[in-house]
């Protein structure tokens, strides 16, 4: 173990992954380009084989966080959410705190096949990022610039999207984490569980950026000026996008998922894909509420504003109770906690990749150094390095202090004593896993 913790700090371990991601990420771009052919014939067919080819990109960072840093998902849910996610579109309202939640999203969204199906309202400034920002742009993610006035038709396009697609079949249901299935119908369905599923999902961030003290700071600022209640522990919700899209999705989105997100690693403080890379783990807990989206009133604006800030304030009371109590487990009688294992599908894509490209580039490479003149052996260094380089810059994206502003940039602090801005603390390291394994049930296939 001593000898694979090494290997997984080496920046050339890192510089394999990256490169790999890189290459990969072109091919399935260039390949998604081609299914614009489709797009005039068929748009079903064209948002299909998107969805295929943008998984064999996406996985590989699903599985760097499932199996290579043996990272876990918890989530706290009653039967409803097994009994819908994998039934029926939804509309999913979750916190923004850490750079890594949007990985636990896929995580979870990959666990019943939908991974390639999700949607979320992204920022502008993504669509230009090469690879993911690309692949973004071709599924057809709704892109706004934090401006209503302009955002709003790119908000009622993205709902319009989300109400397009079909409901999926029986058969195209099976095969789903959430279902139950003997292990000759898994057997039977494992393919179609891979490609099969097109519910859609459409995630929202109210809050628009994620926590850090100094937005938290700005945040608080607002809600004292406009009279909103002060939330401790997450950022005062942005409620016109909300409004917009409760408004176009009512009647035809059944539900609103309300999750809570809290995380935990074995490092302390917040963790990002380049912890991931050195093989740190961290451990998401989700806290989930299906609720009827015909419930959110919407005689008015403010009325639905008002239902957002409640949904906002719940958030921080949970978030809260898991701060002093390092779990959701407790907080509602109602739920109960559930570790649902990963799939194997990421694993295998990772793998293909890895051999696929990884090993020729990396006999290509030792037959370059070995037979190659000092030139070529100077080239292939500065080459690494510039490599290095970007690997570093494409990885900075994904940390909170270089994301967009309530107010400044600068990333949050791991310790914050004034009692109203939080961190989550380590309950022992990895041992916080054996303190939550009696209350865990484990959702899977019998």
């Known amino acids: 173990m001593a000898l694979l913790d090494y290997v997984k700090t080496s920046f050339l371990v890192h510089l394999f992954f990256f490169v790999i991601f890189i290459i990969s990420g072109l091919i399935v771009n260039i390949l998604q380009v081609f299914t614009l052919l489709l797009w005039p014939i068929n748009k079903s067919i064209y948002r299909k084989a998107n969805g295929y080819l943008v998984y064999l990109h996406w996985s590989q960072l699903v599985f760097l966080y499932d199996t290579y840093s043996g990272s876990h998902i918890f989530v706290h849910c009653d039967q409803k959410f097994f009994d819908t996610i994998d039934t029926v579109h939804g509309l999913f309202v979750m916190n923004h705190t850490y750079d890594l939640d949007w990985l636990a999203t896929w995580c979870v969204a990959d666990r019943y096949g939908q991974l390639f199906s999700a949607k979320c309202f992204m920022k502008n400034e993504l669509k230009y990022v090469p690879l993911i920002g690309w692949s973004f742009y071709l599924l057809e993610m709704p892109f706004l610039r934090r401006d209503f006035t302009r955002d709003r038709e790119q908000l009622i396009e993205g709902i319009k999207l989300l109400s397009e697609f079909p409901m999926p079949s029986k058969t195209e249901k099976q095969?789903?984490?959430?279902?139950?299935?003997?292990?000759?119908?898994?057997?039977?369905?494992?393919?179609?569980?891979?490609?099969?599923v097109v519910e859609k999902r459409l995630l929202m961030f109210c809050e628009g950026t994620r926590f850090t003290p100094e937005k938290y700071e700005k945040s608080k600022q607002f809600a004292l000026k406009k009279g909103l209640p002060v939330l401790?522990?997450?950022?005062?919700?942005?409620?016109?996008?909300?409004?917009?899209?409760?408004?176009?999705?009512?009647g035809r989105v059944p539900i609103l998922l309300d999750v809570t997100i809290a995380a935990q690693n074995s490092g302390g403080g917040d963790v990002t894909i380049y912890d991931l890379l050195l093989g740190k783990k961290v451990t998401f807990h989700a806290y989930v509420k299906v609720r009827d989206l015909n419930e959110v009133p919407t005689d008015s604006e403010e009325a639905t504003s008002s239902y957002c800030h409640m949904l906002y304030q719940q958030k921080d009371k949970a978030l809260g109770y898991f701060l002093e109590h390092n779990t959701f487990y407790g907080y509602d009688d109602t739920v109960k906690q559930y570790f649902i294992p990963p799939r194997i599908q990421p694993t295998l894509v990772a793998m293909f990749w890895y051999t696929v490209l990884g090993m020729p580039m990396l006999y290509y490479l030792w037959k370059l150094l070995y037979n190659g003149s000092m030139y070529t052996i100077v080239f292939t260094v500065l080459v690494i390095f510039l490599l290095q380089v970007g690997f570093h810059r494409m990885v900075s994206v994904t940390v909170a202090s270089h994301g967009s502003s309530y107010g400044s940039k600068n990333h949050r602090s791991s310790t914050e004593k004034n009692g109203t801005v939080s961190s989550l603390s380590t309950a022992n390291g990895d041992s916080f896993h054996e303190n939550i394994t009696p209350n865990v049930e484990v959702k899977k296939e019998n």
């Open 175 to 196: 095969g789903c984490g959430g279902a139950m299935h003997s292990k000759k119908s898994r057997k039977k369905e494992w393919f179609f569980s891979f490609t099969m």
């Open 232 to 250: 401790k522990h997450i950022l005062t919700p942005r409620t016109k996008g909300f409004c917009t899209a409760v408004e176009g999705l009512k």
